[in-house]
């Protein structure tokens, strides 16, 4: 095997293995307390998928196999460090960090979502960020009130802020 095939091999593992890292919102990292322990979950598996790749004894492929969560590592350190626990919303008269809001849009259908941070938001899992268009047109106003996001209507028509099961 010729040197500059190995040469080839390395530059190109290397580039495999600096991965940029993720983006960090320029947004408070607001967190209620279950996306608070998500966090630190997520950062306990980047820790476990790092040491095991660490395990592997092909140099290239051991560096492969631990840019991505060396790359999780850093960015669930960054956002366990800012992290701002809201607490849990005490009352249902306006929308709030929190709350689980649900609304009609235009066209009849009704959505229900919960307010949370911006790393625990999972819209098919019925919670969105605090910094969406939705949640930031929604925050502040009571049952009743109609807000215009998207050039869609949307009717707010109850408020919750019981914590989901």
Not at 10 to 34: I, Q, Y
């Amino acid at each position: 095997m010729s040197v500059a095939f190995m040469k080839e091999e390395s530059a190109e593992t290397a580039a495999e293995t600096l991965l940029p890292d993720r983006p960090v919102s320029p947004h408070p990292n607001l967190v209620t307390a279950t996306g608070l322990e998500a966090l630190k979950r997520q950062l306990e598996e980047s820790r476990e998928a790092h040491q095991a790749s660490n395990g592997i004894e092909d140099v290239n492929e051991r560096r492969r196999q631990a840019a991505g969560p060396l790359r999780d590592l850093r960015y669930f350190t960054e956002r366990l460090s800012t992290a701002k626990v809201v607490p849990d919303p005490v009352g249902t008269e306006v929308v709030a960090f929190g709350c689980t809001v649900t609304f009609t849009r235009e066209d009849g259908r009704v959505q229900t979502y919960r307010i949370v941070g911006e790393d625990e938001a999972d819209p098919k899992a019925g919670t969105i960020s605090y910094v969406s268009p939705v949640a930031r047109q929604l925050a502040g106003k009571r049952v009743g009130d109609v807000v215009s996001v998207g050039g869609q209507e949307l009717e707010l028509v109850s408020i919750s802020c019981e914590m989901p099961v």
